[in-house]
């Protein structure tokens, strides 16, 4: 069991990911984003919900606003991070398309026009409350097809930095996704999956091995996290051990959430 992985998309170029739906791949590769930010574009007849505009790019606007022809009936948010919502003024701006998000935005930058609660349905798509990678995030469910952004992505893990981000949480929002049953995931960057219950079953247990792992080694005495990343990440390039830190320090509180670890000035230790 792996990742998924694609080949760089032709800039621009509209990418069909299910009956209705398809997906253009924003100009913002890098070493969180993949190829890009996945914006969807949902075919209502009548007009498009688009999900997430992705950063503030003009040619990624161009794009969106020829593959719709302009009609966009609503902007729809999965979760406030810069790479999904930066572009979202300008595109409100030229379609005049009100937006949906979460209530309770995590960022003062953003405050949906028309705020979404846990299980609020919007053009038929059920808002699915999902924090974890985003305390603000939500998935799109609908006839078997999950619109998953960052919670769950196909080229990777979810990156889950606290404060922000929160194990516990994304531990419950991953098994919330694993008791329904659906047929495919869109995530936010990468192409779909095709075999949700596979994949994030994959996706518990690497989590699940890493929290094991990180409990074993404080079981054999007090480490920081930053010692914790140095023992537990084999050939870890140093300018990627920030964000493994980050990774770490979640985990570290959802063990002290689960009572089995607590902090002493930096230092961790086994409760
Ligand atoms: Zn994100």
Not at 87 to 100: E, Q, W
Not at 226 to 248: F, I, M, N, Q, T
Request: glycine share 10%; hydrophobic share 40%.
């Amino acid at each position: 069991m792996s990742f998924y992985s694609e080949a760089e998309p032709v800039r621009g170029d509209v990418l069909p990911a299910a009956p209705g739906i398809s997906r253009i791949v924003a100009p913002n590769p890098g070493g969180f984003t993949y190829w890009g930010t996945n914006t969807y574009l949902i075919d209502e007849g009548d007009g498009f919900a688009v999900l997430d505009p992705g950063p503030d790019s003009e040619s990624h606007l161009v794009a969106i606003l020829k593959a719709t022809g302009g009609r966009v009936k609503r902007i729809v948010v999965s979760h406030t991070h810069p790479d999904h919502i930066d572009g979202l003024p300008a595109l409100k701006a030229a379609t005049g398309a009100p937006t949906y998000g979460y209530f309770a935005s995590a960022t003062p930058v953003f405050t949906p026009d028309i705020p979404l609660h846990d299980n609020d349905v919007v053009a038929g798509w059920t808002a699915l409350y999902t924090p974890g990678h985003a305390a603000d995030h939500l998935c799109f469910a609908r006839d078997g097809v999950v619109l998953t952004a960052d919670h769950i992505m196909s080229w990777s893990t979810s990156i889950v930095s606290p404060p922000q981000g929160n194990m516990t949480q994304y531990f419950a929002s991953l098994r919330r996704m694993l008791a329904r049953e659906d047929a495919l995931y869109l995530p936010g960057h990468g192409p779909g999956i095709p075999d949700p219950a596979r994949y994030g079953n994959f996706l518990l247990q690497h989590r699940l091995q890493r929290e094991a792992a990180i409990g074993n080694a404080l079981s054999a005495g007090p480490q920081t996290p930053g010692e914790l990343v140095l023992a537990l990440y084999v050939d870890l390039k140093p300018a990627l051990r920030p964000a493994a830190e980050r990774s770490v320090l979640a985990h570290l509180h959802k063990l002290r959430d689960d009572g089995v670890a607590r902090e002493d000035g930096g230092v961790w230790v086994s409760v």
